[in-house]
């Protein structure tokens, strides 16, 4: 009777510690679904903000942004030297790339490295082979800025004549 007890006694606990060590192996399999699932979740949620990141990035820089500033724009510069106080620009996009020129009088001259940030327009112009920075905030139909020369700085103002 006491070997049958003792038989028992190790069958309960050998059962026991089966339904312990399978509910472990339970609980830890849910946790590593549970981990597996958020990883995956994680990932997912990366690559989107990501991938989000990177077009609003894009098309900052190309198409929608260069949209605003093409067309043809008439300009004064009252404080300029004279036959320089008036012209156009000519902005026009070529391979989502923004290209311009400006018109005075009977000159045409090569707008070089255009920069856009937002509404402003950053590029230079070599007048009689003196290099000139134009910084101009565009508005609708409209611009104001500043053309910066060993003279000092002068101020510009356009309108929009054409898209």
């Known amino acids: 009777m006491k070997a049958c007890l003792q038989r028992q006694a190790f069958f309960r606990s050998y059962i026991c510690s089966i339904l312990v060590l399978n509910t472990g192996e339970l609980l830890k399999f849910e946790e590593v679904k549970i981990q597996i699932e958020m990883k995956k979740f994680l990932a997912l949620s990366a690559s989107v903000l990501i991938a989000l990141t990177i077009m609003s990035f894009s098309t900052s820089k190309l198409d929608f942004g260069i949209k605003k500033f093409v067309g043809v724009w008439e300009y004064q ?54 290099r000139v920075q134009l910084k101009l905030n565009f508005d609708k139909n409209s611009f104001e800025g500043v053309a910066l020369s060993s003279q000092g700085d002068i101020p510009m103002t356009g309108t929009r004549t054409s898209k």
């Open 77 to 130: 510069a009252p404080y300029a030297p004279s036959g320089y106080q008036n012209g156009t620009i000519n902005l026009t996009k070529e391979k989502k790339v923004l290209k311009g020129t400006v018109n005075i009088a009977s000159y045409t001259l090569e707008l070089e490295q255009i920069e856009t940030v937002k509404s402003q327009l950053t590029c230079y112009i070599s007048v009689e082979g003196e």
